[in-house]
Structure formats: structure tokens, C-alpha cells
């Protein structure tokens, strides 16, 4: 499995992005994905998750509201919309393979990880 993250780039507070998450390798369709995202100086940190046939999501309560996971099994990428950005949103973000059946968000239940896309968001 080979995940590529994609879209970052830097934006006014209140501002919106979209990342992208292209695999490539294991049916994409067979398994969650999540992304996670992590600030300098701090722990990487869940942010969202969509189960393998997008029936199923969950949030950090952090972005709850703001961002939006989904996916796209016949293109094999994930995306995440982020809406109502904020400084604090600041942060490498990452896409990765879930290794579980339930909803994960704990880096370690986490097995294949793409390289990261930096988003900044300036106040």
C-alpha cells in the first residue's frame, strides 16, 4: 500500500481546502482510512475517519463542524474538506491505512501512512 497526500498550501483564517489521499497498491475499497495531523513541537493527533465504504465517519471534536471526510473507491482517493480554517488548524497532515475494522484513532492502529502536506493557516 501507497498513500500520497496532496492539496496543503497556506490560507487566510476562515478560509477553506481540500486534501487529497491517492493509494494506490491493496484494493482501495478494502479498507478505513484516516488522517491525522501534527503541529510543531506536539504529538500527532487524530483528525478524521471514514470507514471502508464511507458509510462510516467520526471526528475530532477539534473540527467537528468544519472539515469533512469522504472518499472515492473507484478513484481510490480520500479527501478531506476543510472549511472555516483556523490558526490553530496549522499543522502537517497525514492520510493512513487503518488496521482495524472499527473506528481508530490512535496513530499506532494506523499501518501505512502517506508522506504528509503542510497546511497553514494565518490569522
Same mark, same amino acid.
Request: charged fraction near 20%; aromatic fraction near 14%.
Given at each position: 500500500?501507497?498513500?500520497?497526500?496532496?492539496? *496543503?498550501?497556506?490560507? !487566510? #483564517?476562515? &478560509?477553506?481546502? =481540500?486534501?487529497?489521499? @491517492?493509494?494506490?497498491? +491493496?484494493?482501495? $475499497?478494502?479498507?478505513?482510512? *484516516?488522517?491525522?495531523? !501534527? #503541529?510543531? &513541537?506536539?504529538? =500527532?493527533?487524530?483528525? @478524521?475517519?471514514?470507514? +471502508?465504504?464511507? $458509510?462510516?465517519?467520526?471526528?475530532?471534536?477539534?473540527?467537528?463542524?468544519?472539515?469533512?471526510?469522504?472518499?472515492?473507491? @473507484?478513484?481510490?482517493?480520500?479527501?478531506?474538506?476543510?472549511?472555516?480554517?483556523?490558526?490553530?488548524?496549522?499543522?502537517?497532515?497525514?492520510?493512513?491505512?487503518?488496521?482495524?475494522?472499527?473506528?481508530?484513532?490512535?496513530?499506532?492502529?494506523?499501518?501505512?501512512?502517506?508522506?504528509?502536506?503542510?497546511?497553514?493557516?494565518?490569522?
Amino acid at each position: 500500500v501507497q498513500l500520497q497526500a496532496s492539496g *496543503g498550501g497556506w490560507v !487566510q #483564517a476562515g &478560509g477553506s481546502l =481540500r486534501l487529497s489521499c @491517492a493509494a494506490s497498491g +491493496r484494493t482501495f $475499497s478494502t479498507y478505513d482510512i *484516516g488522517w491525522f495531523r !501534527q #503541529a510543531p &513541537g506536539k504529538e =500527532r493527533e487524530f483528525v @478524521a475517519f471514514i470507514s +471502508r465504504d464511507g $458509510s462510516s465517519t467520526y471526528y475530532a471534536d477539534s473540527v467537528k463542524g468544519r472539515f469533512t471526510i469522504s472518499r472515492d473507491n @473507484a478513484k481510490s482517493t480520500g479527501y478531506l474538506q476543510m472549511n472555516s480554517l483556523k490558526p490553530e488548524d496549522t499543522a502537517v497532515y497525514y492520510c493512513a491505512k487503518s488496521t482495524l475494522l472499527v473506528v481508530a484513532t490512535i496513530p499506532r492502529l494506523y499501518d501505512y501512512w502517506g508522506q504528509g502536506t503542510q497546511v497553514t493557516v494565518s490569522s
